[in-house]
């Protein structure tokens, strides 16, 4: 196990539906990511959290929403996704955000129905 | 732009051959290099980097991965394979100097076979 978990490991939400990925990491570290993960696709950076600031916003739809009410924990919030925001959801963790390695939770698999 | 390019979508090899999964890479100024791999289910994992220094990296599980400037390749290799790499492996370049995100390639499906 790296030291970050994620719940649920699976949802399935109808597009009018509102739900939360949570993230947590019991490394100590201070900063904190959200990627997409889609088949056969790089990995997108979606938004950047640093001692539960957010740094960066990859021009990410609104209609995810990211909350890092403390250093060790992360939420992405959702609400009227798409059929196309069905994916694998990660959360990463390092040191600090300019720290070599993150480490990355099991992710949460999405589908959109 | 920064950007990794992974070529093939999946490597096919034999238990025992060695193996090589490619990534070239565009950076303005010195790479910071990075190779993750993901098995079945699970989060991506850290497996080595280059910053700086011998152009030949050690990492974990016996990979390693050699920096070529010229070429700007960062290909992963190692000697003699197991079933068990069998796993999604992903090139990344650090974008922006130290402090910048990592730009990851789409990854590459390495297969084992017995």
């Known amino acids: 196990e790296t030291g970050v978990t994620q719940t649920p490991r699976h949802l399935v939400m109808g597009m009018t539906n509102k739900k939360s990925l949570k993230c947590e990491q019991h490394?100590?570290?201070?900063?904190m990511y959200w990627y997409k993960q889609s088949a056969k696709k790089p990995l997108e950076l979606m938004f950047v959290?640093?001692?539960?600031?957010?740094?960066e916003n990859n021009s990410v739809p609104s209609r995810f929403s990211p909350e890092c009410p403390n250093s060790s924990h992360l939420f992405l919030h959702l609400h009227t996704l798409q059929p196309e925001d069905s994916a694998l959801y990660l959360c990463?963790?390092?040191?600090?955000?300019?720290?070599?390695?993150?480490?990355f939770g099991p992710g949460t698999r999405l589908t959109v129905t | 732009a920064q950007s990794v390019a992974q070529p093939e979508d999946q490597v096919n090899v034999a238990e025992g051959n060695p193996l090589t999964v490619k990534c070239t890479y565009s950076v303005s100024g010195n790479p910071y290099l990075f190779w993750y791999v993901q098995y079945p289910n699970r989060g991506l994992q850290f497996l080595l980097k280059?910053?700086?220094?011998?152009?030949l990296v050690k990492g974990s599980y016996g990979f390693e991965a050699e920096f070529n400037k010229s070429q700007t390749s960062f290909h992963l290799k190692k000697p003699s394979a197991l079933v068990s790499d069998s796993a999604l492996y992903f090139c990344?370049?650090?974008?922006?100097?130290?402090?910048?995100?990592?730009?990851f390639g789409k990854g590459t499906k390495l297969s084992v076979k017995p």
């Open positions: 990344a370049v650090r974008a922006g100097g130290s402090q910048g995100n990592l730009i």
């Open positions: 959290y640093s001692l539960e600031e957010r740094v």
């Open positions: 990463a963790s390092s040191q600090d955000k300019g720290s070599y390695e993150q480490y």
């Open positions: 490394l100590g570290h201070n900063a």
């Open positions: 280059y910053i700086t220094g011998d152009n």
